[in-house]
């Protein structure tokens, strides 16, 4: 990051920069400097980035300032931006941030998701809407109701598409990229960037800056990880026995399946711990008071399944314990990313059992260190001997990606959208549950690396005329 580098420099609408001043906001992070002067210029962008990297600002901030610069009458139904991402929690959370940042200017916005009814979804689209953020599922239930256009669209973003890829989203992209108009201005984010990913760019992007942070496989440094081996069925003991420590303040605990987090759950609250579980079969009420819960400090402890904890972005998060190591690599990092937030430390504790010690040396392959080992707990166990290796159908891996746990293998049929596996009777998908695969990632401790020259474009972020766009 340049030094002295604020967001005056930016050159900002008004409207913004007080927004940006009461908001707090000083000193833009290495995506942030990096993306908007671009984005600003109108260029397409693709950005390796994770949540928690002020991701969320860097496309918000140029995409307020171009409405802001050229405002335009509300048509029904016809959004002028839409904002694409994978889960309710981090529609919801993008949703809130355009309406702090974009609160001095004159917008309308709306987020749709399943889960819940359409009907207030419905009615706030009949009247119009600048900038719209939705789920997959939902987003193509109302256009093929007649509910939603895409034609008048301006700017689109896919935020997260590599897990929009493990949630079996692909294919709904591609349909929804199809509809989009040919003149647009794209954003693409996504952690990482497997060859999926990469050619689904390629399919919207046109001559498109590149925006990386640091790697997935980094964690921060101000985390303080340790390990704990523990027999299976003693898990439970031992998570009692760890939260008597008054330090463990606020603390998540990731569990691999739902049913495994309904489970800690009851054990926790049968020994007076306040806890509550977030997890796909959850209402999406249900949901967001346990999230408020947590974050106002009335429940002590957060019960999460990994795509549950999709989009959780709160502070001061002491501990996060694992209480059952993840299957892919890459998502040990994402997990203990949601401690040591906004320069405060933070401590990982993961609970390992026999079945788990190729789960663990895996992740010890991607981070490239060993976790350091915790013998000084009542139910510590030493193991002995080769690890034996994880049947195939449980592996995640080392490398990029796995199944998470539960992607389909070989021919298995993913989540449709239509045909004969339509709700009947009009009624609409839910976004979730998912399977499991990678969560979301630490913040990255260096800054980003910027490819492709930056043109001079027009300052409203339209594109030459005669540029082509959109689909290639």
Excluded: W
């Excluded at 984005?39 to 409405?67: H, M, S, V, W, Y």
């Excluded at 299976?232 to 463990?248: E, G, N, S, T, Y």
């Excluded at 690890?387 to 070989?410: L, S, T, Y």
């Amino acid at each position: 990051m340049k030094p002295n580098f604020s967001f005056e420099d930016l050159l900002l609408v008004e409207p913004l920069r007080l927004a940006l001043e009461e908001t707090g906001y000083k000193i833009p992070t290495p995506i942030q400097q990096a993306a908007i002067p671009p984005l600003l210029e109108g260029r397409d962008l693709i950005g390796c980035a994770q949540t928690g990297t002020g991701k969320t600002a860097a496309f918000a901030l140029p995409i307020l300032n171009r409405l802001a610069a050229n405002p335009r009458r509300l048509e029904a139904r016809r959004p002028r931006v839409l904002i694409l991402t994978p889960t309710r929690e981090l529609a919801i959370q993008i949703f809130d941030s355009f309406k702090i940042y974009g609160k001095h200017i004159k917008l309308k916005y709306a987020v749709v998701f399943g889960g819940v009814g359409q009907a207030p979804q419905v009615k706030a689209l009949s009247t119009g809407v600048d900038i719209l953020v939705a789920t997959p599922g939902r987003l193509l239930d109302l256009i093929e109701q007649r509910h939603l256009q895409l034609q008048g669209l301006e700017v689109f973003v896919l935020d997260e598409a590599d897990r929009m890829l493990d949630m079996g989203f692909i294919q709904p992209i591609r349909k929804v990229i199809k509809m989009l108009p040919e003149r647009r201005h794209n954003l693409f984010f996504s952690a990482t960037m497997p060859p999926e990913i990469m050619q689904l760019a390629s399919t919207m992007l046109v001559d498109p800056v590149r925006v990386e942070v640091t790697p997935v496989s980094s964690t921060v440094e101000l985390i303080q990880q340790s390990l704990m081996n523990v027999d299976k069925d003693k898990k439970r003991d031992l998570l009692r026995h760890v939260l008597k420590d008054p330090a463990f303040k606020r603390v998540i605990v990731f569990t691999r399946t739902k049913h495994g987090a309904n489970k800690v759950t009851e054990v926790l609250d049968k020994s007076g711990i306040r806890s509550e579980a977030i997890h796909g079969n959850k209402s999406q009420t249900a949901r967001q008071k346990a999230l408020e819960n947590f974050r106002a400090g009335r429940t002590r402890v957060l019960i999460a399944t990994d795509i549950a904890a999709r989009g959780i972005d709160i502070d001061e998060i002491t501990h996060v314990i694992n209480f059952e190591l993840p299957n892919v690599a890459e998502t040990y990092v994402h997990r203990i990313g949601r401690t040591a937030r906004a320069g405060a430390s933070g401590m990982a504790i993961s609970f390992c059992d026999e079945e788990e010690r190729a789960y663990l040396r895996d992740i010890e392959k991607l981070i490239g260190k060993k976790i350091p080992l915790n013998a000084d707990q009542p139910f510590h166990i030493a193991y002995n001997g080769p690890v034996r290796p994880a049947p195939p159908e449980q592996r995640g891996g080392g490398g990029r990606r796995g199944n998470g746990g539960g992607r389909p293998q070989g021919g298995g049929q993913r989540r449709s959208f239509g045909g004969s596996g339509r709700p009947q009777g009009g009624g609409s998908r839910s976004d979730g549950p998912r399977p499991q695969g990678r969560s979301e990632a630490p913040r990255p401790s260096a800054g980003p690396r910027v490819g492709g020259p930056i043109a001079n474009g027009p300052a409203n972020g339209t594109r030459p005329t005669g540029r082509p766009t959109g689909n290639r």
